[in-house]
C-alpha cells in the first residue's frame, strides 16, 4: 500500500517535527550541520532513471542567509549529463557522529561564470582536474573543465540532534521499555516560501 503521510501512524515525526524557530534561526542551524560535515551527497537521476550519488565538498557559505549550496566540479564529468537529463537533484549531509543530517531538494544551475569561479576558486580545487599538460587543461581557475554547480533549494529538511550521546542512549533506551517513541532532536523543514523570504531579504 502507498500512502501519503499518517501523524497519527507516525508518532517519530509527529514529535519530532519542530518548525517554531524562524527561519533565520534554522538556517543558522542547517549551517552549523553542514560545516560540520563539510562533504555532501549530491544525487542525480541519468536518463535511465537510475540514482547516482557521489562526495562533493560544497564552497565556503558566504552569508549567513545562504540557502544554496555551491560545487566546483569537471564538466566532462558524468553528473553533467545527468543534470541535463533532470536538472532536480539533492544534497545531503549526514553527521555519523551527532546524528544530525540535512537533505536538500532542488535544482542544479550549471554555470562557467568567470566572476563566480574567481571568488570561490582556491587552490586545494586542483586536486579534482589535473594537469593534462596540454597548456589548456591546466587545473586552474582558467581550465575550461572547470565548472559551477549551484544547487538552488525548493525545500530543505533536516533533523538536528539536541542530546548528546548519553542523552541518546538513555531516550532511546527509556522508550524501547515503554513503548514510547524516541526523539532526541528537531526535525525542520525550511520551506521554498521561507527560502524565498530569506534570500529575497538578503538580496537587499
Ligand atoms: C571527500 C570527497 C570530496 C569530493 N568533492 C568533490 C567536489 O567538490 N567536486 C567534484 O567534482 N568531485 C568531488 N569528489 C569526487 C566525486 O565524489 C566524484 O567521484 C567525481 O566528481 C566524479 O563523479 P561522477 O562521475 O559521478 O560525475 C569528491 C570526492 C571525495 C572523496
Not at 85 to 112: E, L, M, P, R
Not at 167 to 194: D, K, M, Q, Y
Request: charged letters at 20%; glycine letters at 6%.
Amino acid at each position: 500500500m502507498t500512502s501519503t503521510a499518517q501523524p497519527n501512524l507516525d508518532p517519530y515525526v509527529s514529535k519530532a517535527e519542530n518548525n517554531n524557530a524562524s527561519p533565520h534561526e534554522k538556517i543558522k542551524d542547517l549551517h552549523e550541520i553542514i560545516k560540520s560535515v563539510e562533504i555532501g551527497m549530491l544525487t542525480t537521476r541519468a536518463s535511465n532513471g537510475q540514482m547516482h550519488s557521489r562526495a562533493m565538498a560544497p564552497t565556503a557559505l558566504q552569508s549567513d542567509t545562504q540557502t544554496s549550496l555551491i560545487f566546483f566540479a569537471n564538466n566532462a564529468s558524468q553528473k553533467f549529463d545527468e543534470i541535463e537529463n533532470d536538472a532536480h537533484v539533492n544534497v545531503s549531509f549526514n553527521n555519523a557522529k551527532t546524528t544530525s543530517w540535512a537533505s536538500y531538494a532542488g535544482i542544479a544551475k550549471i554555470s562557467q561564470d568567470k566572476e563566480l569561479i574567481k571568488r570561490h576558486w582556491h587552490t586545494g580545487l586542483s586536486a579534482w582536474f589535473g594537469d593534462l599538460k596540454d597548456g589548456v587543461h591546466k587545473g586552474d581557475e582558467n581550465d575550461p573543465r572547470v565548472a559551477i554547480i549551484e544547487v538552488i533549494p525548493d525545500e530543505i529538511r533536516y533533523w538536528i540532534a539536541t542530546k548528546g550521546t548519553v542523552g541518546r542512549a538513555l531516550e532511546t533506551g527509556i522508550h524501547a521499555v515503554t513503548g514510547g517513541v524516541s526523539v532526541p532532536g528537531e526535525l525542520r523543514t525550511i520551506t521554498s516560501a521561507e527560502i524565498q523570504l530569506t534570500q529575497g531579504l538578503h538580496r537587499k
